[in-house]
């Protein structure tokens, strides 16, 4: 292994507030998860036994896979801001779009799966989450003016627009450039960017809080859909422009050989193609719930379709 390959795959910037936040973050969802845990199963090991075999949802709220997810979302946000790839995003283009890609579209859908929210709440001492609990009450009770204008900021069409404006925006030549020399701006850019994989992917996950009206299948469907376009356009041009859109590349030195022109063209593609990917893959899994849920549905009584009109069989009577 050549010494800058060394050097780069070994450079970790352990970062006290990233780790704090993460680990913060998984101790109250592991310790609200274990809580609920024992309310719904019980501390008796038979008792816990029989009636996790009663239960065959594996979508269960107590279910063992939901820590797992949120912990592997975890660890990818830490990929993303401690690891090598944080340190080579400064001097390769592709590197910053892996990270970003990590950022938005693989952390969040498995943060959110994992439905955070009752398990951070339960993860609390008990006096604290009490007066959280209640305050989240007021905040998005049925009638309160706070709970109308979340709804109203926190529309499908609006995620869509400050999804797309994040995504677009923060490629603009200016504010790239001006991301990758201040550290406080590519911090920013990073928070809007999780921001923004955050509240698109918990309208597809259906994760609390619930402050609308479930999308159905078919409509989230749609709405992962929707985010292709957008995300494969700047990924096509990027992939295909024949000059530098990033002075700042054009200033540090080059690792491996690898052009600036090249660079960019692997990074428009990794937006273009593995990045589309993923909504196709979130839309297939979406599409294979609604046809498992067409496999169940009851049949028909007789009753309701052997009839003359509805069977239309040659020369019968109508």
Same mark, same amino acid.
Request: aromatic fraction near 12%; charge should be positive.
């Given at each position: ?7 780069? $795959?070994?450079?970790?910037? +352990? ?8 680990? &913060?973050?998984?101790?109250? !969802?592991?310790? *609200? ?8 199963? %019980? ?19 107590? @279910? ?12 990818? =946000?830490? $990929?993303? &801001? ?12 592709? /590197? ?6 990590? $950022?938005?579209?693989? @952390?969040?859908?498995? &943060? ?7 398990? /951070?709440?339960? *993860? &609390?001492?008990?006096? $604290?989450?009490?007066?959280? *609990?209640?305050?989240? *009450? ?20 609006? =995620? ?15 504010? !790239? ?23 698109? +992917? ?5 994760? %609390? ?8 299948? =078919? ?6 859909? @929707? ?18 859109? !990033? ?8 690792? +491996? ?13 990794? /937006? ?5 990917? /993923?909504?196709? =893959? ?37």
């Amino acid at each position: 292994m050549d010494p800058i390959t060394r050097a780069a $795959l070994s450079s970790w910037d +352990w970062r006290p507030e990233v780790i704090i936040v993460l680990a &913060l973050a998984g101790t109250l !969802y592991l310790t *609200g998860w274990r809580r609920l845990r024992q309310r719904t199963f %019980g501390t008796n090991k038979r008792q816990q036994d029989r009636r996790q075999r009663t239960s065959r949802s594996h979508w269960h709220l107590a @279910a063992r896979w939901r820590p797992i997810v949120y912990v592997i979302g975890l660890l990818f =946000i830490g $990929l993303a &801001l401690m690891s090598p790839i944080d340190i080579l995003a400064q001097q390769l283009f592709f /590197m910053h779009m892996i990270q970003h890609l990590l $950022l938005i579209m693989i @952390a969040p859908p498995l &943060l959110l799966i994992a439905n955070p929210m009752p398990f /951070m709440l339960w *993860g &609390l001492p008990a006096r $604290l989450r009490h007066t959280v *609990g209640r305050a989240i *009450g007021r905040l998005l009770h049925r009638e309160s003016g706070s709970r109308r204008w979340l709804r109203s900021a926190t529309a499908p069409g609006v =995620i869509w627009m400050f999804w797309v404006i994040s995504i677009i925006g923060w490629h603009d030549p200016n504010a !790239y450039n001006a991301a990758l020399r201040h550290e406080f701006v590519h911090d920013l850019e990073h928070l809007f960017f999780f921001a923004a994989g955050m509240l698109y +992917w918990w309208h597809v996950t259906g994760a %609390g809080p619930r402050i609308h009206k479930q999308i159905g299948l =078919i409509g989230r469907i749609a709405f992962v859909l @929707a985010a292709i376009p957008p995300n494969m356009a700047l990924g096509v041009v990027l992939a295909f422009v024949s000059k530098p859109v !990033y002075s700042y590349y054009t200033a540090v030195p080059r690792l +491996w050989n690898i052009s600036v022109i090249d660079d960019q063209r692997i990074g428009g593609v990794i /937006m273009w193609v593995p990045g589309s990917m /993923m909504y196709i =893959i979130a839309a297939l899994l979406l599409a294979a719930r609604l046809f498992g849920k067409e496999e169940v549905k009851p049949a028909l009584p007789e009753a309701n379709w052997a009839t003359k009109e509805n069977l239309a069989v040659p020369g019968m009577k109508q």
